[in-house]
C-alpha cells in the first residue's frame, strides 16, 4: 500500500519508522498535494487536509488511525499582520494548506467580521501567486517555517494562534489532517481488507511511536531546525493525534460551520467505523 504523508516535525508520532513497516510505502509531499494523490491513485492513504475529505471531486473516508490535531494553541498555524485583525483586507495564504485556509477564514468572519481576499501565497519563496497582488498585510503560514523563519514581529505585531482561536470560540478540538482513503476503495470488500490492514500497521505505528516519543523527538527536531525543548512541548503536550470522539466533534463542527460560510460544500465527513483498529 503506498501512504501519503508530510514530513513537518508535527507528523513524527505518526510517521517516524513507517518506511521500514513490511507492507507499505511511504510517499512525503506537502499538505496540499496528498488529496490529489489519493484521486489520481497515487497513494492508497493520505494524511491529508480534513478539509479534503468533503470539498474534493472523489470522495473520502476518514480512517480514525491518527490525527495531526489540538486543543489550544499548535505553534505553527497562525496568521500574522500588520494591522488589528479586524482590519485585515487581504491575507497571503500560505499554499502548503487547505484546511488552516479555510479555519482563518471562519476565525476572522466569526470572531473579527473581517472577510480579507484570499491569495494564494508561496510562503517557502515569499511570492504571491497571483499576477499585481499586492505587498502582504496580513499572512497566514503554517508548518515548521512558523517557528524557525518567522516574519518579522516589528513589521507584523499581530498574530493569532488559529488552534488556540478556535479553541476559545468553541471548546471543541480541531483537525487539521488525518489518515483517509478513497470511498470507492473502501466500498470493495477486497479494497478494504487491504485497506483496514494498513490501517492496522498506522495505528500500530503510532501507539508504538508513543512509546518512545522523547527519542524522536531528540532524533528528529535538529533536523527540521528545531530547539529540542520546544519541539518536545509542541509535539508532546499540545498537539493531539488520537481522533477519537471529542476531535470528531470538533471537525463535524469545523465542517458546519464553513459550510455555513459557504467556504466548503455540507458534509458530512464520513469515518470508517466506530473505533480505531489495534
Given at each position: ?6 514530513r ?5 508520532p ?36 480534513i ?78 501567486r497571483?499576477?499585481?497582488a ?37 471548546g ?8 483517509m ?54 509535539v ?33 465527513l ?9
Amino acid at each position: 500500500m503506498n501512504v501519503a504523508c508530510v514530513r513537518y516535525l508535527n507528523t513524527a508520532p505518526l510517521v517516524y519508522g513507517l518506511e521500514s513497516v513490511r507492507g507499505l510505502t511511504v510517499e512525503p509531499a506537502a499538505p496540499s498535494h496528498i488529496a490529489g494523490m489519493l484521486i489520481d491513485g497515487r497513494a492508497d492513504i493520505g494524511l491529508a487536509s480534513i478539509v479534503d475529505a468533503v470539498r474534493g471531486p472523489v470522495p473520502m473516508v476518514v480512517l480514525p488511525v491518527g490525527m495531526i490535531g489540538c486543543a489550544g494553541p499548535t505553534l505553527t498555524v497562525r496568521v500574522h499582520s500588520d494591522r488589528p485583525f479586524e482590519q485585515i483586507t487581504a491575507l497571503h495564504a500560505d499554499t502548503d494548506s487547505h484546511t488552516s485556509v479555510a479555519l482563518a477564514q471562519v476565525i476572522l468572519r466569526e470572531r473579527f467580521a473581517a472577510a480579507p481576499q484570499i491569495i494564494d501565497y508561496d510562503a517557502r519563496e515569499g511570492v504571491a501567486r497571483q499576477p499585481d497582488a499586492p505587498e502582504p498585510h496580513a499572512m497566514l503560514l503554517i508548518g515548521d517555517k512558523v517557528v524557525t523563519d518567522p516574519p518579522d514581529a516589528e513589521r507584523f505585531p499581530h498574530a493569532l494562534d488559529l488552534g488556540e482561536a478556535w479553541h476559545d470560540m468553541t471548546g471543541l478540538p480541531f483537525v487539521y489532517a488525518a489518515w483517509m482513503c478513497r470511498a470507492e476503495d473502501w466500498e470493495n470488500a477486497e479494497r478494504r481488507r487491504e485497506l483496514e490492514s494498513a490501517a492496522t500497521l498506522l495505528a500500530r505505528q503510532r501507539l508504538h511511536n508513543a512509546t518512545r516519543l522523547g527519542g524522536i523527538i531528540a532524533e528528529v527536531a535538529p533536523r527540521h531546525r528545531w530547539p529540542v525543548d520546544l519541539a518536545a512541548q509542541y509535539v508532546g503536550s499540545l498537539l493531539r493525534y488520537d481522533l477519537d470522539a471529542e476531535a470528531r466533534r470538533g471537525a463535524e463542527a469545523f465542517i458546519a460551520r464553513a459550510s455555513a460560510l459557504e467556504l466548503l460544500p455540507p458534509g458530512p465527513l464520513r469515518f470508517a467505523g466506530a473505533e480505531a483498529p489495534v
